[in-house]
């Protein structure tokens, strides 16, 4: 809650200094408890487009799925493919070297849909970052906790965030015999682990990015460990790795981050996995993805798989690679696939044919007999002036038995009669959808009655509207 956390974030707007530094949102957006407060505090921002040359050497193999544009005067553009690049220009074009800012838009893939998978061409990411120049994982621990906040609050299942880092991964290329050309490439491949079994991986190192059998294998015995503090331990009294600078530094610095993770309290749900490569070039440090875990349980008969839902990490050079004179900005983020959770929960709340609201109206004034839209319009615009988010059918005489068939359509969870006798007597009578019990109201206090109901309430329909 916004209590236990006092983060400030800004959002990424416009190209404009002035705008990034002015742009505060209370924190309220990383406590989240539950899919609908994504876009709360959000300011959208310019371009989907970009210069090709912008987007393109960040992200290794994935680049074949930047979709590639020109425009009316001949200018080569590209759709963005991720948050993070448009991000680290705008820092470097601004030359703001500390920010911790978050993000809520749409991205592009000319990828293979799978909607069943939460896999689109166009779909919405949430990215937040960390910018500046801090004491080591310090930084990368909080984005890994709200993380493991965020999908904690979202009761999707059980889950685990992955963590490794790539100079951990250079590291053990190098003593492996890989050449440091092929560094980016190999690590594209070891990216495909999730996907493939190690044997096909392997013939993929050997066969395609010509590597030696004996690299391949010597690779294998580390990419397929697993495991928290111990397995870091273990690799830093190796007695190549130990030797290894890179490797030496990254499973120092991993060290260090599952120290904070512990006093943080979420370990129990992290794993130092070393098969983990992201195949984004511009990754430079410590990554991260978390994994829902394929389960059964009661309501669904079959387990649902959609993948990652969340994926980052340390990126120190790549607003450099935008600069003038090649300033850094170290700088660290996470983004939350926004399309992937929807489609989870949609695919489970379907399974368990929970019932679902559609909308957000609060309550659909009705009228049971003819001859009654004055006292609706009367009803439905004192209702407005009270701030209740009232709704009615637009017909001059509509059946009861259809405006309440519209409420369990859409998932409207009160209705308010006003009939004859509810106009002699002055009473409005409330109607739970779900129960389908009644009662007589004042009509001076409908709008105190709705809202007290409502309030213990979220967007399923729930038991709390009981009378």
């Excluded at 809650?1 to 742009?23: D, F």
């Excluded at 003593?175 to 996907?195: A, H, N, Q, R, Y």
């Excluded at 391949?216 to 007695?239: F, K, M, N, R, S």
């Excluded at 900005?329 to 609201?357: L, T, W």
Aim: proline content about 4%.
């Amino acid at each position: 809650s916004p209590s236990q956390t006092q983060r400030v974030w800004v959002t990424h707007c416009q190209m404009s200094k002035a705008c990034l530094e002015s742009v505060h949102y209370p924190p309220s957006f990383f406590s989240l408890s539950s899919v609908t407060r994504l876009g709360m505090g959000f300011r959208p921002n310019g371009c989907l487009a970009s210069p090709q040359e912008t987007l393109m050497g960040k992200y290794g193999d994935n680049s074949k799925l930047i979709y590639e544009l020109q425009d009316q005067g001949g200018e080569l553009l590209a759709l963005r493919y991720d948050l993070t690049v448009p991000f680290a220009r705008c820092l470097a074009m601004n030359k703001i070297t500390n920010i911790k800012r978050y993000h809520i838009a749409k991205v592009y893939r000319r990828d293979n849909p799978a909607t069943t998978r939460g896999r689109y061409r166009e779909f919405y990411q949430c990215d937040f970052d960390i910018a500046g120049q801090f004491d080591s994982m310090i930084p990368d621990a909080e984005c890994l906790k709200i993380v493991h906040e965020i999908l904690s609050d979202l009761q999707l299942g059980d889950f685990l965030i992955k963590v490794n880092d790539r100079r951990i991964l250079n590291g053990v290329f190098a003593v492996c015999g890989v050449p440091e050309s092929k560094f980016i490439t190999t690590c594209s491949t070891v990216d495909k682990l999730d996907k493939m079994p190690w044997d096909d991986v392997r013939s993929e190192m050997v066969g395609e990015k010509g590597l030696s059998p004996e690299a391949a294998d010597c690779i294998g015995e580390y990419v397929q460990l697993h495991g928290g503090l111990d397995l870091i331990e273990q690799l830093l009294q190796d007695p190549k790795l130990s030797q290894n600078k890179l490797a030496k530094e990254g499973l120092g610095d991993m060290k260090l981050l599952f120290e904070y993770l512990t006093l943080f309290g979420i370990t129990g749900k992290i794993s130092f996995d070393l098969s983990l490569a992201r195949g984004l070039d511009y990754y430079t440090g410590v990554i991260f993805e978390a994994v829902l875990l394929q389960q059964e349980n009661d309501h669904v008969e079959e387990s649902v798989s959609v993948g990652s839902v969340a994926g980052g990490g340390r990126y120190d050079g790549l607003v450099g690679m935008f600069d003038p004179k090649g300033r850094k900005v170290p700088c660290v983020g996470v983004s939350i696939g926004i399309e992937r959770i929807f489609s989870i929960m949609e695919q489970r709340v379907k399974a368990s044919g929970e019932k679902v609201r559609t909308t957000e109206t609060q309550v659909l004034v009705a009228t049971p007999q003819k001859h009654l839209l004055g006292a609706r319009l009367k009803l439905i615009s004192e209702l407005w002036d009270a701030g209740i988010k009232a709704e009615m059918l637009y017909k001059k005489d509509p059946k009861l038995l259809k405006q309440l068939q519209y409420c369990e359509d859409t998932g409207i969870p009160l209705v308010a009669i006003i009939g004859e006798q509810e106009l002699t007597d002055g009473v409005v009578k409330l109607r739970v959808v779900t129960t389908r019990e009644e009662v007589n109201i004042p009509r001076e206090k409908l709008a105190d009655e709705i809202r007290r109901r409502l309030e213990p309430c979220s967007l399923s329909v729930q038991s709390c509207l009981t009378l």
